[in-house]
């Protein structure tokens, strides 16, 4: 079983990016699946979920969309109005729970997204 994020980059402040994790080895759409992100020096934390609806953290929301291609098995996170505190790696999971879950199953790799002012 296999997460694959990809799509960081470095961009200025104010400009979009979008994440994508194509998930391999199993089917993950009966899975709940999240984006976290971990800035240096800092605990990672809950960006978006997206299960039968999307859930988001309040740093994000309004700025972030969480969607899913079932039929390419993979997520995606768009991320506009971007902020040099959105500067982190972000990680995308699966998880067997429900949408608000703190449970994640499977972890895949981290893409750096820079943020510059």
């Known amino acids: 079983v296999q997460l694959q994020a990809s799509g960081g980059g470095l961009v200025q402040a104010g400009g979009s990016l979008r994440l994508s994790c194509a998930a391999s080895?199993?089917?993950?759409?009966?899975?709940?699946m999240g984006w976290f992100r971990q800035a240096p020096g800092k605990e990672r934390e809950f960006v978006a979920a997206?299960?039968?609806?999307?859930y988001y953290a309040d740093s994000v929301k309004g700025r972030f969309t969480i969607s899913r291609n079932y039929g390419k098995n993979t997520v995606y996170l768009q991320m506009n109005s971007l902020k040099p505190e959105d500067t982190a790696v972000y990680y995308c999971?699966?998880?067997?729970?429900?949408?608000?879950?703190?449970?994640?199953?499977?972890w895949g790799q981290g893409t750096q997204v820079t943020i510059s002012s």
């Open positions: 999971a699966a998880s067997s729970g429900t949408l608000r879950t703190n449970e994640y199953d499977y």
């Open positions: 080895g199993r089917t993950f759409s009966s899975y709940t």
């Open positions: 997206v299960s039968g609806g999307t």
